[in-house]
């Protein structure tokens, strides 16, 4: 009994008491600084992941438009599909097309390359 009374027991008890809720704000603030800061990074890692899902989905249009028009247009695609593959007029068409895929990528800066096969 005479420890309850003692002064080393009222300092620690008096010393726990002011640092518990001391210690108990600083782990709630920190918590709540790690949740806002997660929800931060989220939302920015979000709104970059749409502006380049954006941004590739207009460059995958553009590539389309090209190769679908390049296809109804140029009479050296259309003329692929009636040439014996392997023919020296099928080689020069096909040479024609990858020289004109050559220029056109100039013009079109988005795309970085085109991809294609050849039969």
């Not at 603030?29 to 997660?38: E, G, I, L, S, T």
């Not at 899902?53 to 599909?81: A, H």
Request: zero cysteines.
């Amino acid at each position: 009994m005479s420890f309850i009374r003692s002064l080393r027991f009222k300092f620690i008890v008096g010393l726990t008491l002011i640092m518990l809720p001391l210690f108990m704000l600083l782990y709630y603030n920190n918590v709540y600084a790690m949740k806002v800061v997660r929800d931060k990074v989220s939302l920015t890692n979000m709104n970059h992941l749409a502006k380049s899902v954006e941004q590739n989905e207009r460059v995958l249009q553009e590539t389309n438009r090209y190769l679908y028009s390049l296809g109804e247009r140029d009479p050296d695609i259309i003329s692929l599909f009636f040439l014996k593959y392997g023919s020296g007029d099928y080689i020069i068409a096909k040479q024609r097309i990858m020289n004109k895929f050559m220029t056109d990528i100039g013009f079109y800066n988005l795309i970085d390359s085109f991809f294609y096969m050849m039969p």
